[in-house]
């Protein structure tokens, strides 16, 4: 059981390439969530999904789309990188009971310059 | 627009001290909230979870406490270990079922 994982940890990127960010949890959780973490500001919500096929906006969705093809999979895309998204992304998934805990991914930190 | 504050933004305190970091949050209609621990360069781990209809949970060494009419949560933290030295997180769900993060409180417990 490996809970959520992210696939790079780590990413360089030139202002205007795209990257897509992988996030994979293994526990059979409806709900999944891209969260971007900067100094001083704690974690603000991205894009988040509540069942397959299912997306929508956070708090901060601009420059980013999102995927959510199969249930175990939720993807964050970057079409044309800005070095206002450098940051360290979070996944996140939960259950679809109220009341519970999210799981963290370990994060990809992402530098655009 | 629900916001989440945290005080102090940063703690250092020398092993064994009894200490308490503090959330507040400016909406009390909140579903719950939680308290969670970021180590450097890792993920969030989830130390406490508090209902809106409770007032305390307990976990160990750790006790959160949630008073929603004033819109306030502590965390406290008994004889504290350098093992405890991390980032800590408060979160507020409110009844749209969103998550919204405290700026975190930095706490470094010397030997």
């Known amino acids: 059981n490996a809970g959520v994982t992210q696939t790079p940890k780590f990413r360089v990127l030139k202002t205007g390439q795209s990257m897509t960010l992988l996030c994979a949890q293994d526990?059979?959780?409806?709900?999944m969530y891209w969260y971007r973490q900067d100094p001083g500001m704690g974690l603000r919500l991205i894009h988040y999904?509540?069942?397959?096929?299912?997306?929508a906006k956070g708090e901060v969705p601009d420059g980013y789309n999102v995927s959510r093809l199969k249930k175990q999979n939720f993807l964050l895309g970057l079409e044309s990188a800005a070095p206002s998204q450098t940051s360290v992304y979070f996944c996140?998934?939960?259950?679809?009971?109220?009341?519970?805990?999210?799981?963290f991914g370990p994060g990809t930190r992402l530098t655009v310059l | 627009k629900q916001e989440v504050t945290q005080i102090p933004a940063a703690l250092s305190v020398p092993e064994g001290e009894n200490l308490v970091l503090n959330c507040s949050f400016t909406?009390?209609?909140?579903?719950?909230l939680q308290w969670f621990r970021q180590d450097p360069g890792k993920g969030l781990t989830s130390l406490l979870l508090?209902?809106?209809?409770?007032r305390e949970q307990t976990s160990g060494r750790l006790n959160a406490s949630l008073d929603k009419s004033s819109g306030r949560s502590t965390l406290y933290i008994a004889a504290s270990q350098p093992g405890d030295s991390a980032t800590y997180l408060c979160?507020?769900?409110?009844?749209?079922?969103?998550?919204?993060f405290g700026p975190g409180t930095s706490l470094s417990v010397i030997p």
């Open positions: 996140a998934s939960k259950t679809k009971l109220a009341g519970v805990v999210q799981f």
């Open positions: 526990m059979n959780h409806e709900y």
């Open positions: 999904s509540v069942g397959e096929g299912t997306t």
């Open positions: 909406d009390s209609a909140i579903y719950n």
């Open positions: 508090i209902q809106s209809s409770q």
């Open positions: 979160a507020v769900r409110d009844s749209y079922d969103k998550v919204i």
